[in-house]
């Protein structure tokens, strides 16, 4: 956040020339997010002094709350709550800091969630990526059906059917373990959506000459797609680890012992729990979102061209 | 391919196929299978059953449909998911496309503004929630502090009171979603061509007229999508009011996903949820179905 410049050139299509030297396999589905459209006169005076302020005052809502959350960390908890607000930490105290570790089980949660997020990393993108080149590269009856079905459920809101869900999961003897929230959202739809988008960008006769030079279709997947849609892959590890990450719902409905929550489970439970301390309250926040903050300033360009890509949440 | 001999080479080929494509789909399919199609179908069977937690569904017909319709509970999330959803849309319609019209232009730091709009789509729900109770706090908190530096004296008490606890959360969903639909608008926005607006300028267009005329129908598309995935969001909001206000107080704040989880796994009572379930899927689906109806009469 502090180096903007950094993301300034952000081109929201996949660079084609990255992984790939032809520039005409440049993908049709990915949008560019760059700059105004070169050309246009420059605004005048008045409407930039208009869009400056505009700009600022936005910034500031839409910070305000982060900005709330980090500096009533560092407070006492009695002024969290001041007239007039502190807006500045006076002392600022860093114990909470210290304190939260002994006074909640953050180590297990941060260790659950942890697991849970690489493992669902890790499975998603597998099976996704594989599923993806079958709906893309091989024709076949009832393709485009099965395909329709997998799009359609993304429409389908899951809190109308997590009942039935929860049953079954039930019957299989996986809730109230990790697997559940795994084999929750290992399997998403949206992972093949993205990455099947992604595939049909790459040109139909690279795949073709492998063939003919006697290719198996895991072959052309593995030594060709693969290496080709690295930063599709990377979109899709970082989309499926943050809604990981962040899940609340699923880990509410599995998990019920304190010894599988997740840190926004455990985050919510301290909340009820030590509902008067303010300051160590915004301490957990600011712990439980620093991991994902990171990750999204890291690798911010592949979250805004998934995005783009498919339009989709995961 | 039509020189291709059609007989038995081409059906060997088609099988050849279909053993590739499935192999390659089944990974995922199985999972997929299991834990989301063969649920939605179940939800159409559950619902006309007195499934409870000890397991044994007995058909009932249409008995939980007949006894939603006399639960005054039901219908009161009901009222508060359409509330949430007419007061959600157009907001966040119209400050993603404000948003998007700013970043659009040739400002210094667009770029970092960009990466702010986005932070609260990424930031966990838990932690949002508790920041902005903070925040809406009535008697010490910024927001209602604010409210009385401008002379308001009475400011609303947000999410203790049961008139203004729905249009908190309101505020907080637009303020968390908008980002994301920024994002998609931005996308939009650059497949419009210099050139329209260009000629619209040569022929004398105001700034408000090329913004009628050039932009609106150039972002037809991206204008129908955002709104078919928006009005699905805000039908089945519920993590954002469990946290922040847990429905209440009293049921200000109940809505349809909620009254699920509180009916199937707070209550036991599966059949009659996965009876609100149906309701709640029809809604998205229906809603959806008609936006696609009326962007395609639109096309024409």
């Not at chain 1, 790939?20 to 459209?37: K, L, N, Q, S």
């Not at chain 2, 590739?20 to 559950?46: D, E």
């Not at chain 2, 700034?207 to 129908?224: A, S």
């Amino acid at each position: 956040m502090n180096r903007p410049t950094r993301n300034a050139p952000l081109h929201t299509t996949y660079p084609p020339g990255r992984a790939m030297t032809t520039t005409d396999i440049r993908p049709t589905a990915a949008i560019t997010v760059a700059g105004p459209a070169s050309g246009r006169r420059r605004p005048s005076r008045g409407w930039r002094v208009a869009g400056y302020t505009a700009l600022l005052l936005a910034a500031a809502a839409l910070l305000l709350p982060f900005y709330w959350m980090v500096v009533a960390s560092l407070k006492t908890n009695n002024d969290v709550f001041t007239i007039p607000i502190k807006w500045v930490p006076d002392p600022v105290v860093w114990r909470n800091y210290v304190d939260i570790w002994q006074r909640s089980d953050m180590t297990t949660w941060l260790g659950n969630t942890l697991l849970l997020s690489v493992t669902v990393t890790f499975l998603q993108l597998l099976t996704g990526s594989i599923a993806a080149y079958g709906f893309a590269r091989i024709r076949f009856p009832g393709r485009n059906l099965l395909f329709l079905a997998y799009i359609g459920t993304i429409a389908v809101p899951w809190q109308s059917y997590m009942i039935p869900q929860f049953i079954l999961m039930s019957k299989l003897h996986l809730s109230n373990t990790l697997w559940s929230i795994i084999a929750l959202q290992a399997f998403g739809a949206f992972g093949v959506f993205l990455m099947k988008q992604f595939y049909e960008t790459i040109p139909e006769e690279l795949s073709e000459s492998a063939r003919v030079d006697g290719l198996t279709e895991f072959g052309i997947y593995r030594r060709i797609m693969l290496p080709l849609s690295r930063p599709a892959l990377a979109s899709l590890a970082l989309i499926t680890f943050v809604t990981t990450w962040n899940d609340y719902l699923g880990p509410l409905i599995y998990l019920r012992s304190p010894d599988l929550r997740t840190i926004q489970l455990g985050l919510n439970t301290f909340i009820s729990q030590y509902n008067a301390e303010y300051a160590l309250i915004m301490t957990g926040s600011v712990l439980s979102v620093l991991p994902v903050a990171v990750i999204f300033l890291l690798g911010q360009r592949y979250f805004v061209e998934g995005i783009a890509t498919t339009g989709l949440k995961g | 391919m039509a020189t291709m001999p059609r007989t038995r080479p081409k059906r060997s080929l088609v099988w050849r196929n279909t053993i590739a494509g499935w192999s390659f789909i089944l990974p995922n399919f199985v999972g997929f299978a299991a834990l989301t199609l063969v649920p939605v179908v179940a939800l159409f069977y559950l619902a006309f059953t007195n499934w409870n937690v000890f397991g044994v569904a007995e058909w009932v017909g249409t008995a939980n449909f007949r006894r939603m319709w006399n639960d005054a509970s039901f219908w009161t999330a009901l009222r508060n998911t359409v509330y949430y959803a007419v007061f959600h849309i157009p907001l966040t319609l119209a400050a993603a496309l404000g948003l998007a019209l700013l970043l659009n232009r040739k400002l210094r730091g667009v770029a970092f503004f960009r990466t702010v709009a986005f932070f609260p789509y990424i930031t966990s729900i838990v932690a949002i929630a508790v920041v902005w109770n903070q925040l809406f706090s009535p008697e010490y908190g910024p927001v209602n502090a604010f409210l009385r530096g401008i002379g308001i004296d009475n400011p609303p008490g947000w999410t203790t009171s049961g008139d203004w606890s729905m249009p908190a959360v309101i505020i907080v969903g637009t303020w968390r979603y908008m980002g994301y639909y920024m994002l998609l608008f931005l996308a939009g926005l650059q497949t419009i061509p210099a050139q329209l607006y260009e000629a619209a300028e040569i022929d004398g267009a105001t700034p408000w007229q090329r913004f009628v005329n050039v932009t609106i129908p150039g972002l037809r598309h991206t204008t129908f999508f955002v709104t078919v995935i928006l009005t699905i969001e805000s039908f089945k909001v519920f993590d954002l009011i469990l946290v922040m206000t847990q429905g209440g107080p009293g049921q200000s704040t109940l809505v349809l996903s909620q009254y699920i989880y509180q009916k199937g796994f707070v209550e036991s009572q599966f059949g009659y949820a996965s009876a609100v379930s149906i309701v709640l899927f029809a809604l998205c689906f229906g809603v959806t179905l008609i936006q696609f109806l009326a962007n395609r009469r639109g096309e024409r």
